[in-house]
């Protein structure tokens, strides 16, 4: 393998698109592969003789090929959303040039190929292979005590970019909060714990011998629950727990959402703000009746005159039969749109003075803020400070979209 020094050096550009060579190999036909767009081209180098360097051949060659295929097939690149592509590497294994002296004769074909995304082949040469576009463009967190109304911290949060979970290594973000409440060890392991649950689930349905795979939402249900019983021993401490998971279905990026308790997320679009989660509060109504209907009672709008919540992690003190207090995720499926701006996370003290009207228009507002992801998050629980927050407060601000 070949690498230039200067990686600038490497690139081979065509119009605002830069591309990178992934392999280089002679050879007079190849087969047409289902790894493959339809797109083959072998065609004729005349000038073979002259060029005197690995690179120079490598160069020429991908420029006069670039030219074509974007010309050829613009339209198939902007369906996919590959106008982009990387050059890293040349491999010239089989193509090695020293001054005059070229191995390959003028007239034999060299030819060239497109593949899918990610694809790894040691059998065929593969030219600008595109890759699919990061699956988001950035994200960023902020904590506040809220040291004037608490002295104490029992919100968590985990941003997890590059979630693992499967063999086919493509890129899926994991993104918590949690807010727990007397005391912050539920909170505290469940941030921690919840991903490696999540990930082995994940995992085992990619990796099935029968073929049959868990949907996503299905798999979400089971790892709330395989996290709450592992919390058997919490009994007068508990914790919400929300999470957003972003992977690619299809070329298609998409935001399932899955929350217990009063931690919410809301997708900021271009024109509004909606919610992806659900407050399982003891004042929601369609809560006051499942919990009825399960043996449950609230008083004083709380659960036993306890809890504010429905659904929890841990109390299991209240987990007995017939309690109403429930492990059971509300569960969302968002495939993201062009006008998908942000996801934005936060624990209760965050949306105790901040709706999603509130909200879209704070980042209409302060749109240069918004447009620097960084301090989003931050911008945000300062807000809720000063408009009278008396919670602890954690953001998670998710940039989708530029």
Not at 6 to 32: A, W
Not at 42 to 55: D, G, Q, V
Not at 124 to 144: D, F, M, N, R, W
Not at 293 to 304: A, C, S, T, V
Request: aromatic content about 8%.
């Amino acid at each position: 393998m070949i690498k230039d020094k200067d990686e600038n050096q490497n690139k081979i550009l065509s119009g605002n698109n830069s591309y990178d060579v992934v392999s280089i190999k002679t050879q007079p036909s190849f087969n047409s592969s289902n790894n493959c767009y339809n797109i083959k081209e072998a065609f004729k180098f005349p000038e073979l003789s002259s060029a005197k360097s690995t690179r120079s051949l490598t160069t020429s060659l991908l420029r006069n090929y670039i030219d074509k295929f974007e010309k050829t097939n613009a339209t198939k690149l902007k369906e996919k959303n590959l106008l982009k592509m990387d050059l890293f590497s040349i491999d010239t294994e089989k193509i090695k040039l020293k001054s005059k002296s070229v191995p390959v004769k003028e007239n034999k074909q060299i030819t060239m190929k497109v593949v899918k995304p990610r694809i790894k082949s040691k059998t065929i040469a593969k030219y600008g292979c595109p890759t699919l576009a990061p699956i988001i463009v950035g994200s960023s967190s902020y904590l506040e005590a809220n040291s004037k109304s608490r002295d104490y911290m029992e919100d968590y949060i985990k941003i997890i970019n590059n979630f693992p979970n499967n063999k086919k290594n493509i890129q899926k973000s994991l993104f918590i909060v949690c807010d727990g409440h007397s005391g912050d060890s539920v909170a505290k392991l469940v941030v921690d714990r919840f991903p490696e649950i999540f990930s082995s689930l994940l995992y085992n349905n990619n990796n099935n011998d029968d073929g049959k795979n868990e949907s996503i939402e299905n798999i979400l249900i089971s790892s709330f629950r395989i996290m709450d019983e592992e919390l058997v021993h919490f009994e007068e401490v508990g914790s919400t727990l929300n999470i957003i998971f972003i992977q690619y279905e299809n070329n298609q990026r998409v935001i399932y959402s899955g929350n217990i308790g009063d931690s919410r997320s809301v997708l900021v679009k271009k024109k509004e703000a909606i919610r992806l989660s659900y407050d399982h509060k003891a004042i929601d109504k369609s809560e006051i009746e499942r919990v009825k209907k399960e043996g449950g009672i609230i008083l004083k709008k709380r659960l036993y005159g306890a809890l504010a919540i429905t659904r929890a992690l841990g109390d299991y003190t209240f987990k007995i039969d017939g309690s109403g207090l429930s492990n059971i995720p509300y569960v969302t499926r968002t495939p993201i749109e062009k006008d998908d701006q942000y996801v934005i996370m936060g624990s209760d003290g965050l949306w105790d003075v901040i709706n999603e009207g509130s909200l879209f228009k704070l980042i209409q507002d302060n749109h240069n803020i918004a447009r620097d992801n960084i301090t989003l998050s931050k911008f945000l629980v300062e807000k809720s400070v000063e408009l009278g927050s008396k919670d602890n407060i954690c953001c998670i601000a998710i940039k989708l979209n530029n």
